[in-house]
Every structure is written in structure tokens, then in C-alpha cells.
């Protein structure tokens, strides 16, 4: 990040059904959440939904509240976004009609650039200026986006999207859970003490992610949180609830013949109704309701179809109707919470669970883990407290801002310490130790400066796997480079103060590095090119060739050196690279530049994630449904452009 503090901070939550976006300054107690969106100018709501649609006679997209119930909508895009998740789907499904990457990255690029102009059009107004002030916008990405052409990509579409106008800044801050573990930290009733250790579950619409931190600041101290494990996320959330209980209703419809509209099961999904006994469901206010109701559209309310479950034109759902429906998203929850706290060392234990996201805030989840996990106690958890977030849906958009807030006005995070989930390395030339096994058979050359024997291609790791990464500590790799030899011709050609050189990583743990390229666990993450070319020769070390003192009948060649560093910048997400010179950064225009190789992954392959999770399942389902009803006239498919009905609100 820039060392020159921005006026305002804008943490932004993108998420698979609704997009969340807080502002702080340094003059705020707390950030403030953006609560009024077009379409809702007279109410509140605490986000916007994730929607974009291109209307055929418009250039500008609609997007949100305003095309919530429109045709042909764009929506819960969000998990596309990772070709490791939609590549497999494609592949197993190719007459499914899921839209490919280039149709998804431009459905975000678009909706970026509306949310924006609608930001700017709420914050100018009370800054004045706007392209001329600094802005930092920071952007949470889940713990399932682990490549690094996701990060990459979505920074180019960013700034496509008009994000780095002006003097403004783009930054992937921290992943979903641990924004959540910085607003719970900073914005709880619950006081965490010294030493805490807290297990954060963000379960949101599209992933559940995870973050094990622990509380590393005294009493009367600003909160300084330390993660203690590294903990990948899966493809379990709210919407996989909607598509399950789609499903349901039009297998229903099917064994009731009943004649409705061809998507009725996609408008009952998104009816209010349905989400409101959604959200609301497992709370002690509906524990009475004998039957949740659902209005069939277009169905006259005097309409009943015992096959179809339905009653006087609403259909019915039982307890154990919607228990159906949220059981395999919340027993993969709860596996993976047992999972992880079978992993926590021995020497700690859970003292808290905070659920936020969407499905988060699910009382049927809350109860679920009480009764797995504090009920019967645990042995990492023995006295565990679970708490809700006071805001679940807003905890990551406040914690982005929260945790970036304090760095400004304390000079230190909310989250001081991550634990590395890679090894990182540079490939370069090492000196020949003859005990070392690896470099036996490697080949050599004899450094005309120092004079030691060099083995080439060999991996200098700067910070390894389970390490703690520190926010202020530098992981840097020095170079020292022969511009050239005095006196020869080409002395002063530019291109010798060019370099390039490779960064690599590796997954395995710190014990079992290899040495070299030549591993088979051993990647090429990108390509760095160095510029150092518009300085002069004069700027540069002038060094004598190393010789031994019996050889020094001749005169020592003399060379220019040059002395650099590469500085690592580990994100959450992302990594980024600095080039530094004579103690500082050095921002020259193409002062370097990063080469991504192909399929780059900066975190830990995730075991835990199901490349088709039961997405593929509905996706299967939907195409013999659709198959039988074509015959019928009454074709059905999920989101694939058909004409549907506007569900009407009652007031």
C-alpha cells in the first residue's frame, strides 16, 4: 500500500446474492455502511443485491434493486468468477449453457462500474473533490480464490471499471473471515481477552470460509489479532438452499400436474415469503407455525393439489420440509468445524465461534452448532462460546475498514500476524556447498567479484510455509549484479541494467523444500523484470575483480555492480512485488514488471472443496426436467434468459 494515507477508506463485500460497501475516515469513531441504493431511495437496506441487466434498447446496464425481478438478470455470478470452480462444471455439463469466463468477468465488470458512480455519487458530495482526493478502495476476496490469475484479473477489471481513477487506489485487503474476526474484535459486547483464540465461520451465499485467530494484545490495548492456522474455504452457502428448494418445488409442480407459468419454482425461490421463513427459520418465533406457505403464482388462492402440497393457492413446507433443505449445507459445516478443531495443537483451545455472512446469521445453524459443539463439549473447545456478529451481513465490509483505520491512525492492523500458506522462493545462483547434497552434480561457475564457485538455478527461499508473516516485516531477496566491465565496448548499453529473474513456490512443508527448479514440487510462480536502466553508470558500485594474491602479477579487472532488492508483499489473496534501490523504492515508469505464469495458485491446493459441490448436482437435474417439460410447453431452466413473471410484493 502506498505510504501516503488516503483521505477516506471504502471496504467493499462482493458477494454471491448482495454487495456490501463501508467508508471511514480518520475523524469517524466507527466506518458507516452505505444504506440507501437505486430502487430503494425511501428505505433502508443494508446492501445492494448482486444483479446486473442489459436492456435491449439501453447502453447503460440496470443493476441491484432495480432489476431485482427483471428479465434475463444476471445474478449470483460471484463463484464463476473462479475458472477452477466453473472449467470442471463446463467440462462435465457442456449442453448446461453456464456462461464462460470472458460473459462472467464483464457481468462484474459492470456491475463495478455502476456501484462506482453510485459510491462517488454518495461520497462527493460530502468531500468536495473527488478524483483529487485519495480514496483507498479495499476489496475481500474468500478463502476459495486461490489463484493468482483471480486476483490479477479482477484488479484489471477494477480499474476497467473505474476504480483507479484519479488519485484513487485499488487493494484486496483481507480474506472474508478475517474481516469478520476484526469487526467481531473491535465491534463485540463480547470483550476478548489475552490469548483468546477465535474460530470465525463467514458463511455467506456462494462460500464458507474460515479464519483461527487469536488475541495477541494486552488489556487496555487497541485488539491485535494473529491468525494460528491457515484454513481453506468451500463451495457451501445460502444459494445452494435456493436451488435446493427450486428443485423441490418443481418436483412437486411435476407430481400435481399442476398448470402454472414455465419458472414458477425460480419466482417462488425469490419470492419475500420464501425468503423470509428462510432467514427466519430455526427461531423460536415461527417454532409454532405448523406449516410454512409459499403463494404459487398466477394460482387463484382457491386452488389445493394434495400431490403438489398445496393449499388454497399457497404451497405448504413442513419443519422437516426445510430441515431437508439446510441439513447438507449445514452437516458440511459442521464436519468441517470438528475437522478443524481436531487439528488445533494441543496446547490451545477454542474460547469462541463467530458466525457471520448471511447463512451466518441463520438461527437453524446456530442451533445446530450449539448442539454439536456446547452441548457436547469438544476436546480443543471445552468451554466454547458461539456469538453472532451484531451486523453478520456487514462484518466483512466494516472489518476491511476497521483493520485498514487503524494501521492509519496507529500505525499497526487489527491483524498484525498470518501464518504463510506457501513457500516462496527465487531462483537464482547460490555458493557450492559441497555438504549439500542437492547441489552435487549441479553446474558451477567461479564469480569473478568474490571469487567463490556458484552453482546455478537454485532456490533461495525467503519465507517458507506455516511461517508467521508480520505486517511490518520485509521479505526481500538482495541481488548483486555485474553491469559490466570497464573498458569494454558495450559498457554503457542500457539492457545490462535489465534483469529478469524468476519467483517460485512450493507446497510443501518447510522441511521437505527442494533445492532447485528440477523439483517436481517446485513452480514457477511469475517472471519479474528489473529496470534499472534510466540510471547512469556513475550510480553504480565500481568494484576490483577478486584475486588471489599470487595471481596479482596482472592489473584486477574493474566492474560496475549494481545492489537492488525484490520486496514480497504476501496478501491474503494476491502478491505483489516492489523493487527497491539505494534504501527506497524505486517507482520509475517500467521499473518492473510481473509475468504470470499460467494456473499460478498462491494458496494450498483445497482438499476440502468439491469441484462441482451440489451445484453440478442441480445443474444434472435441471436438464431432464427441462427435456420433459419442453414436450410439455412449460420448459424450466435455471437463469438462462427465459421470460419470467415479476413476483408482486404485498404491501
Excluded at 428505505?43 to 447503460?60: A, F, G, M
Excluded at 489475552?194 to 465461520?201: E, P, S
Excluded at 507446497?507 to 510462480?525: T, Y
Excluded at 514488471?593 to 453440478?616: H, I, K, M, Q, Y
Amino acid at each position: 500500500m502506498s505510504s501516503i494515507q488516503p483521505v477516506i477508506v471504502v471496504g467493499i463485500d462482493f458477494g454471491m446474492t448482495f454487495t456490501g460497501v463501508a467508508y471511514s475516515n480518520s475523524n469517524m469513531p466507527q466506518p458507516k455502511v452505505i444504506q440507501t441504493w437505486p430502487g430503494k431511495k425511501h428505505e433502508t437496506s443494508r446492501k445492494v443485491p448482486s444483479i446486473i441487466n442489459y436492456l435491449p434498447l439501453r447502453d447503460e446496464p440496470e443493476w441491484g434493486f432495480p432489476c431485482q425481478y427483471s428479465e434475463g438478470k444476471k445474478e449470483w455470478f460471484k463463484r464463476w468468477l473462479d475458472p477452477e470452480f466453473l472449467d470442471p462444471l463446463r467440462a462435465a455439463e457442456p449442453d448446461s449453457d453456464l456462461p464462460s469466463t470472458t460473459e462472467v468477468r464483464k457481468w462484474y465488470k459492470d456491475f463495478m462500474r455502476c456501484l462506482y458512480l453510485y459510491i462517488k455519487d454518495v461520497l462527493q458530495p460530502q468531500m468536495g473533490g473527488w478524483e483529487s482526493k485519495r480514496v483507498e478502495f479495499l476489496f475481500s476476496c474468500p478463502t476459495t480464490f486461490g489463484s493468482q490469475a483471480i486476483s490479477t484479473s479482477l484488479r484489471e477489471l477494477l480499474v476497467e471499471a473505474g476504480f483507479s481513477q484519479g488519485c484513487h487506489t485499488i487493494e484486496f485487503g483481507l480474506t472474508e473471515p478475517q474481516a469478520s474476526a476484526v469487526n467481531a474484535a473491535k465491534d463485540s459486547l463480547q470483550t476478548f481477552e489475552n490469548g483468546d483464540v477465535l474460530l470465525v465461520c463467514d458463511a455467506g451465499g456462494a462460500t464458507t470460509d474460515f479464519a483461527l485467530l487469536e488475541q495477541v494484545s494486552s488489556e487496555n490495548e487497541r485488539p491485535w489479532l494473529q491468525e494460528l492456522a491457515k484454513i481453506p474455504g468451500v463451495d457451501v452457502g445460502s444459494t445452494n438452499i435456493d436451488l435446493a428448494f427450486e428443485l423441490l418445488v418443481d418436483e412437486r409442480l411435476q407430481a400435481g400436474r399442476v398448470d402454472v407459468a414455465e419458472n414458477t419454482a425460480w419466482t417462488m425461490m425469490h419470492s419475500a415469503e420464501f425468503q423470509e421463513w428462510k432467514c427466519s427459520f430455526g427461531d423460536r418465533s415461527n417454532a409454532d407455525v405448523p406449516k410454512f406457505l409459499v403463494p404459487v403464482p398466477r394460482l387463484h388462492e382457491s386452488v389445493s393439489n394434495s400431490k403438489a402440497g398445496i393449499q388454497r393457492g399457497k404451497m405448504a413446507f413442513s419443519h422437516d420440509d426445510f430441515r431437508s433443505l439446510f441439513d447438507p449445507q449445514v452437516n458440511q459445516i459442521i464436519a468441517l468445524v470438528r475437522k478443524h478443531l481436531n487439528n488445533i495443537p494441543q496446547d490451545k483451545y477454542v474460547n469462541y465461534m463467530i458466525l457471520s455472512g448471511g447463512l451466518g446469521s441463520s438461527p437453524y445453524l446456530l442451533s445446530r452448532l450449539q448442539e454439536e459443539f456446547v452441548t457436547i463439549t469438544h476436546r480443543a473447545a471445552p468451554s466454547l462460546r458461539i456469538l453472532v456478529s451484531a451486523e453478520p451481513q456487514l462484518a466483512v465490509c466494516r472489518g476491511l475498514v476497521i483493520d485498514r483505520m487503524q494501521k492509519i491512525i496507529t500505525k499497526k492492523n487489527v491483524l498484525v500476524g498470518r501464518i504463510c500458506p506457501a513457500s516462496y522462493g527465487v531462483l537464482c545462483d547460490l555458493p557450492y556447498d559441497k555438504k549439500n547434497k542437492q547441489h552435487v552434480g549441479q553446474e558451477t561457475y567461479r564469480y569473478p567479484i568474490d571469487g567463490l564457485i556458484y552453482v546455478k538455478n537454485q532456490v533461495d527461499w525467503m519465507i517458507k510455509k506455516g511461517e508467521m508473516m508480520y505486517v511490518d516485516d520485509d521479505i526481500t531477496h538482495d541481488f548483486v549484479r555485474v553491469i559490466c566491465r570497464m573498458n569494454d565496448k558495450d559498457e554503457t548499453r542500457k539492457n545490462h541494467m535489465i534483469w529478469k529473474d524468476k519467483i517460485v513456490i512450493s507446497h510443501q512443508e518447510a522441511d521437505r523444500l527442494p533445492g532447485n527448479i528440477a523439483h517436481a514440487d517446485c513452480h514457477v510462480l511469475c517472471n519479474i523484470t528489473s529496470n534499472l536502466s534510466s540510471l547512469t553508470l556513475n550510480n553504480f558500485d565500481l568494484v576490483k575483480e577478486h584475486k588471489s594474491w599470487f595471481k596479482r602479477i596482472t592489473p584486477r579487472d574493474k566492474y560496475r555492480t549494481a545492489e537492488h532488492q525484490i520486496k514480497v508483499v504476501i496478501g491474503p489473496a494476491d502478491i505483489r512485488f516492489e523493487l527497491w534501490y539505494d534504501g527506497s523504492q524505486y517507482n520509475k515508469p517500467n521499473s518492473i514488471r510481473v509475468d504470470w505464469e499460467d494456473g499460478a495458485t498462491v494458496s494450498v491446493p483445497n482438499l476440502d472443496r468439491e469441484p462441482a459441490s451440489s451445484v453440478l448436482l442441480g445443474i444434472r437435474q435441471r436438464k431432464p426436467m427441462k427435456s420433459q417439460k419442453d414436450k410439455e410447453k412449460t420448459a424450466h431452466a435455471l437463469r438462462k434468459g427465459l421470460r419470467r413473471p415479476r413476483v408482486r410484493r404485498e404491501s
